[in-house]
């Protein structure tokens, strides 16, 4: 009898063990709360991720549990798609699209134009020794978004049309081989390009900064411009590369609330918080970097107390994207986890642990944060109804 019941028991246990197993195998790595089931109604989640996604299997059950949508970061950027004009590269693209198409994932596009000099293909500003002009540069830029656009219309939900064109001085446009043939026209032109080519896809003008106060007024003052030229832009997309304790809430906020006036989507194109603060790397002329080259303070591992404060910093982040849930369109993560972040790279080697998993992906502290902000306020009880006069 008392053997009967242990075995009674044992198979019992084992039941629910099984069925404790089966969510995290098809999770991910021991994580069967998904981020995707938690922002379900609110806005697509993303992330950005290595070109190679179709050769690592090892990353698939985490992308895939946790994400509806799969920004390339970098096989779909103009150098490495067109690097000689007319020499076209899809290999990568290809296989990404396909991948993303049989997982049933978005895809972003990144970027059809980026308006610096030192990420477009030269030969797109030469002519012979010279120097191309207005005409041939949009003519180049015609074929070249015809080209890559049309190739996955329908299949690519959305691009990143233009990156990184407001200026982060006293100018309007960044200075570059864009702006100083076309002025804002390389901008209007671009849009019009990509809408004739997919009319279906959600396109969007990308930056970084542009929440601060200095930038967000040149990048309304360019939405402004463009509406009134009718180039086609449904969205801004705002990078999100934050620093930890530097989160600019107020003004994120306040740019929300100014692209809600603007009827205009906003996506969190590339959303990670830095824990080892970068921004002393451009002050002064950069004279720490000799000092900051050297600094790596959590190689052997993050303290309890920093992925803490990352944990609450964002967490004030997604109750403001919940909050402005009808303008926030999608929110990608730059990278899938802590290891594959380009924050262990840039602008200086350091093992870094910017996003909600870790280098065995994990769920962080930071990632059950975000799941509770995303949860439903819980609704306010009712006043009870005045009955009468008071007393
Ligand atoms: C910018 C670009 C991205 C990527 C990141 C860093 O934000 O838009 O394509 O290069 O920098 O990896």
């Avoid at 008392?2 to 790595?29: D, K, M, N, V, Y």
């Avoid at 692209?259 to 970068?278: A, H, N, Q, T, W």
Wanted: with cysteine; proline share 7%.
């Amino acid at each position: 009898m008392q053997t009967q019941r242990l075995s009674i028991r044992r198979g019992f246990l084992a039941a629910i063990g099984l069925l404790a197993a089966w969510p995290s195998a098809i999770a991910g790595p021991n994580e069967p709360r998904s981020l995707r089931a938690a922002s379900n109604g609110l806005f697509t989640i993303g992330a950005g991720v290595n070109d190679r996604i179709p050769e690592t299997p090892n990353d698939w059950p985490l992308l895939i549990a946790q994400f509806s949508a799969l920004t390339p970061e970098n096989c779909l950027k103009p150098n490495p798609v067109q690097v000689a004009e007319g020499s076209f590269n899809f290999t990568r693209p290809d296989a990404f699209v396909a991948f993303a198409a049989s997982r049933h994932l978005q895809v972003v596009g990144h970027c059809l134009v980026w308006a610096k000099d030192d990420r477009t293909p030269p030969w797109f500003f030469r002519d012979g020794e010279g120097t191309a002009d207005r005409d041939l540069l949009l003519a180049r830029m015609k074929t070249h978004i015809a080209t890559v656009a049309g190739r996955y219309r329908s299949r690519i939900a959305m691009w990143d049309v233009v990156n990184e064109a407001l200026d982060d001085g006293k100018e309007f446009l960044r200075p570059s081989g864009w702006s100083r043939a076309c002025g804002e026209d390389f901008i209007v032109k671009a849009f019009e390009f990509a809408h004739e080519v997919d009319p279906q896809a959600l396109l969007i003008y990308n930056d970084y900064n542009n929440e601060l106060p200095g930038k967000r007024e040149k990048q309304i003052r360019l939405l402004r411009s463009l509406r009134e030229k009718g180039a086609p832009v449904h969205a801004i997309g705002l990078q999100g590369h934050y620093e930890l304790d530097r989160l600019p809430l107020a003004d994120l906020e306040a740019t929300l609330v100014a692209m809600r006036e603007f009827g205009l989507k906003v996506v969190v194109s590339e959303l990670d918080i830095d824990v080892i603060p970068r921004s002393r790397w451009w002050a002064d002329g950069g004279r720490y970097r000799e000092e900051l080259a050297k600094l790596d303070p959590y190689r052997d591992g993050c303290p309890p107390e920093i992925l803490r404060r990352q944990a609450d910093q964002y967490a004030q982040l997604f109750r403001l994207f919940r909050k402005y849930s009808d303008v926030v369109a999608r929110v990608s993560f730059w990278n899938l986890h802590d290891g594959q972040s380009w924050l262990n790279d840039f602008p200086w080697k350091r093992v870094n642990y910017p996003l909600l998993f870790d280098r065995e992906g994990k769920s962080k502290p930071a990632f059950d944060a975000v799941l509770e902000a995303l949860k439903p306020e819980p609704t306010a009880s009712k006043p009870t109804p005045a009955t009468g006069k008071a007393h």
